[in-house]
């Protein structure tokens, strides 16, 4: 049963990890993701865009 219950715990990590792959393949194919990162640059009032933060890296070390 123990062996039985570390498989389970492993396909559960993979799918979770299948999941964030799939997530994250689908941000990259968006048609509409580009659009709205520029949105940010039209509307500085509102928004901040990248040229705001020369230099810093988003996740980067803190």
């Known amino acids: 049963m123990t062996a039985l219950q570390s498989e389970v715990a492993d396909l559960v990590t993979r799918q ?3 999941r964030g792959v799939a997530a994250e393949a689908r941000h990259q ?3 509409y993701d580009g659009v709205f990162s520029r949105m ?3 509307h500085p009032e509102t ?5 705001d933060y020369p230099g810093w890296t988003p996740g980067g070390a803190r």
Do not use: F, M, N, V
């Open 29 to 31: 194919l968006d048609p």
């Open 16 to 18: 979770r990890l299948a």
């Open 47 to 51: 928004c901040s865009c990248p040229e």
């Open 40 to 42: 940010a640059c039209t």
